[in-house]
């Protein structure tokens, strides 16, 4: 597998012609979390940065792994084209609302209902693969553009934060998540 320290300018234009992504994360002990990730939620800021807003879900597992172990990764998968798999590697850091760097990194984002976390990527290795076991797929739309954002937005800025209280502030694994 082609590994590198950087993106280059064709793993750039890979990353942003994507409608989706993973996300894997895990504390020293515990679980391993990988979640699936989309919408317009997703920056590359350099050969060696990449930030993603995170919204409101049932789960908050990123957040609490990181406080723990900065280490992150993210999967990239061609399901048109030619086959292609990018994972990037590295340490991560959180920003919540209200944090001196929210504002900053938020505006880099469309204002969207539920945005929770914003996730800034400190890339160390990428790696390149084949991707042939990867079905083909259709991309249809996006669901959190009438789902979830949807919802939060009909929720508020109380009712969003009522949420991550009752849903948001400790992991699967009982451990804090900076909520």
Known sequence: MP???KLNGTLQKFIEAQQMFFVATAAPDG???LSPKGMDSLRVLGTNRIVWLNLTGSGN????HLLEHSRMTLMFCAFDGNAFIL???GAATVSHPGDENWHDLANLFPKMAGSRQIFDLTIDLVQTSCGTGV???D???QRGDVE???????LGTDGTRAFW???NAVSLDGKPTGI
Not at 61 to 64: L, N, P, V
Not at 148 to 154: N, T
Request: hydrophobic share 30%.
């Open 3 to 5: 590994s590198s320290t």
């Open 31 to 33: 679980r391993v979390n």
């Open 61 to 64: 597992e990123t957040a609490a």
């Open 87 to 89: 994972r990037t590697y």
């Open 135 to 137: 079905p083909f797929m």
């Open 139 to 141: 991309f249809q739309s």
């Open 148 to 154: 979830l954002v949807p919802h939060f937005d009909d």
């Open 165 to 167: 209280d009752r849903k």
